[in-house]
């Protein structure tokens, strides 16, 4: 059996473990949580290494990469400084492979439905799931990346591609070199929920990106909106219903009512191939090919009348 790991600074209430059969293999994915701890994150993965097939590094990302080029966040680097023998990976493969995939998947599962209500995706943060983003705006949706937002609190939306690689050539180099919790919710602040932005939540039809990014400042009237995103607790799932979310499309599968996040998944996928390094956007593609994954839907209940 193969073993895939992915320790998270991210809450412990998310941890999971499930075994799950992968083109004939068992594989056995375990997610687990330090509640913002960077340290007793990376002595994890000092005490794992080597004694599991692939890490997946959660709740952060080793980088961004953008274009293809990897611009890696300094201040989370330290978090595999312990790492001698296992290959680890921080989803950053699957960003730019199965996640380009839903723009294509919703049109075939709900085209009529978008097209009727607009189709206008916010993305949260564009530059952290760049696949996910170049593959709307090459679908034909009007954008908004609300990176400044999300990440930098600054209140003014990004509304193209071109727009989006500026923002990503003036301010990576910088935003890099911030501690990764200035970015992006660790730990107990995960379960924050402060509305905020409601315009964007209020004018886009598909709201895609990160699972607690979209839930932290998302209002809770979201009538008949689609959500497009992935590590999906069941809590988080009873929480859109609550909101009123029409449609939740998962990017990766939802393995006994949850879905991992794209580090976890990855980290399997790299386990599996027994390569002992990361995979290759190529050899990810392949391997999604060949295992059939594609995003999964969740219709949340009935769209109240216009």
Request: aromatic fraction near 10%.
């Amino acid at each position: 059996m193969k073993h895939a790991v992915s320790v998270s600074i991210g809450s412990s209430k998310r941890n999971k473990s499930v075994e799950v059969n992968l083109l004939g293999e068992t594989v056995r994915i375990e997610r687990i949580g330090t509640d913002g701890d960077m340290d007793a994150a990376a002595l994890k993965y000092q005490e794992l290494d080597g004694k599991v097939d692939a890490f997946g590094v959660g709740g952060a990302d080793l980088g961004a990469i953008v274009e293809g080029k990897f611009y890696p966040f300094h201040s989370v680097q330290k978090l595999v400084r312990y790492i001698k023998k296992t290959p680890v990976v921080d989803g950053g493969g699957l960003k730019n492979t199965l996640e380009n995939r839903a723009p294509a998947f919703l049109d075939k599962e709900i085209g009529d439905y978008i097209n009727e209500r607009g189709r206008k995706v916010m993305v949260t943060v564009g530059v952290d799931r760049w696949g996910l983003s170049k593959s709307f705006a090459e679908s034909g949706y009007e954008t908004v990346f609300c990176d400044l937002m999300f990440a930098l609190d600054v209140p003014i939306p990004v509304r193209s591609m071109k727009g989006l690689r500026t923002l990503a050539a003036l301010l990576i180099p910088i935003v890099t070199r911030f501690p990764f919790e200035w970015l992006y919710p660790t730990g107990e602040k995960q379960d924050e929920h402060k509305p905020k932005y409601n315009k964007w939540y209020e004018w886009a039809t598909v709201i895609a990106g990160d699972c607690h990014y979209i839930k932290r400042h998302m209002p809770f009237n979201m009538q008949g909106k689609v959500v497009v995103t992935n590590t999906t607790t069941p809590e988080d799932v009873e929480f859109f219903r609550k909101c009123g979310i029409r449609y939740l499309i998962t990017t990766t599968p939802v393995l006994d009512g949850r879905s991992f996040g794209t580090n976890m998944m990855e980290a399997a996928l790299v386990a599996l191939s027994g390569k002992g390094r990361p995979l290759s956007f190529e050899e990810l593609d392949e391997m999604l090919n060949q295992l059939g994954f594609q995003p999964q839907i969740q219709d949340l209940g009935e769209a109240p009348q216009a």
